[in-house]
Nanobody
Framework: QVQLVESGGGLVQAGSSLRLSCAAS????????MGWFRQSPGKEREAVAG???????TWYADSVTGRFTISRDNGNTLYLQMDSLKPEDTAVYYC??????????????WGQGTQVTVSS
């Protein structure tokens, strides 16, 4: 059974940093792209960052470019380094595994989410 478990969320002040982790189990995802999404109350879930199966290609939403860094290791662990956090980054952050090696396709699996709250 596939499981994606996020960790590292919390309450921080604006300007602080957090590092989210996502541990995937149940199968190997070394051939799958992975990504981070977030959802704030009253808003739709939005893509934050994506990384290809090899880690050689990454994508970021305009709102986080230059502040967030996505990375992965051993195919089954995903990270999101979040620096210079802003109150508008407050959301539940979700880890996702894409169906293919590209982050342009459909999502195959979702994590349960971890709350990030940034106070001003």
């Amino acid at each position: 059974q596939v499981q994606l478990v996020e960790s590292g969320g919390g309450l921080v002040q604006a300007g602080s940093s957090l590092r989210l982790s996502c541990a995937a189990s149940g199968r190997t995802f070394s051939n799958n792209a992975m990504g981070w999404f977030r959802q704030s109350p009253g808003k739709e879930r939005e893509a934050v960052a994506g990384i290809s199966w090899s880690g050689g290609s990454t994508w970021y939403a305009d709102s986080v470019t230059g502040r967030f860094t996505i990375s992965r290791d051993n195919g089954n662990t995903l990270y999101l380094q979040m620096d210079s956090l802003k109150p508008e980054d407050t959301a539940v952050y979700y880890c996702a595994v894409y169906y293919s090696g590209s982050y342009h396709g459909p999502i195959d699996f979702w994590g349960q989410g971890t709350q990030v709250t940034v106070s001003s």
